[in-house]
């Protein structure tokens, strides 16, 4: 579409992967769209979308217990926009590798980036929100963002009584392993144990013991 600034995609894509992952939620992120901007909410559920596939037999398992409840497939799929959180905790979710995955978000920034909000009359992207689109596009390319092959990124929750939990129906409740929220609640209790100290390796042993 008209004013889309982004690179041309290239002819074949590879399949590649990295150990070295950038964080989902800031990849979708980086662009910053406009707070009040009308697309914003919809480009981000867009972007949800095209960025992480549930696993279809694991899908497909949930719905037809909704079926069951005698919902219809079109109150399934509006349930999945408002009540996502119950799906995300049911349903496992992969970042495809980069041949599936750079044409599905790409779709989403060549459709969302243009649009106009009613009261500002400005773009969803400016010039540097398009500059950091082709650069998650470079990332997603080179295999920073896909997941890795028979790599676990899930596991069952716990409940109080340290059993595998589950919801009224059975269906197992999951915690997802991905992101960055471990690594930052690590980086919270590091710095609350440290303070302002220098402590050399036997004071900081003592300090994390």
């Known amino acids: 579409p008209e004013g889309v600034q982004l690179k041309p995609a290239p002819e074949c894509i590879r399949v590649k992967f990295s150990t070295t992952q950038g964080d989902a939620f800031h990849y979708m992120d980086r662009t910053k769209p406009p707070m009040h901007h009308d697309m914003k909410k919809p480009f981000f559920t867009a972007m949800r979308d095209a960025w992480f596939m549930f696993e279809p037999h694991e899908l497909e398992a949930v719905k037809a217990v909704q079926r069951a409840k005698g919902k219809t497939d079109a109150e399934i799929e509006t349930d999945m926009y408002y009540n996502f959180n119950y799906w995300r905790e049911r349903v496992r979710r992969v970042v495809p590798p980069p041949p599936i995955h750079y044409r599905r978000v790409r779709a989403v920034y060549a459709t969302f980036g243009t649009l ?94």
């Not at 990332?139 to 716990?158: K, M, N």
Request: aromatic share 8%; charged share 25%; with cysteine.
């Open 116 to 209: 106009v909000d009613a009261k500002s009359g400005k773009p969803l992207f400016n010039d540097t929100a398009w500059k950091k689109a082709n650069g998650v596009l470079e990332d997603i390319l080179a295999g920073y963002a896909a997941d890795l092959p028979d790599v676990v990124y899930y596991h069952q929750r716990l409940d109080k009584k340290g059993n595998p939990a589950v919801d009224e129906d059975g269906l197992p409740l999951l915690d997802c392993l991905r992101g960055t929220n471990d690594t930052e609640l690590a980086h919270k209790l590091l710095i609350m144990t440290f303070g302002g100290w220098v402590a050399g390796v036997e004071m900081s042993d003592y300090l994390l013991a």
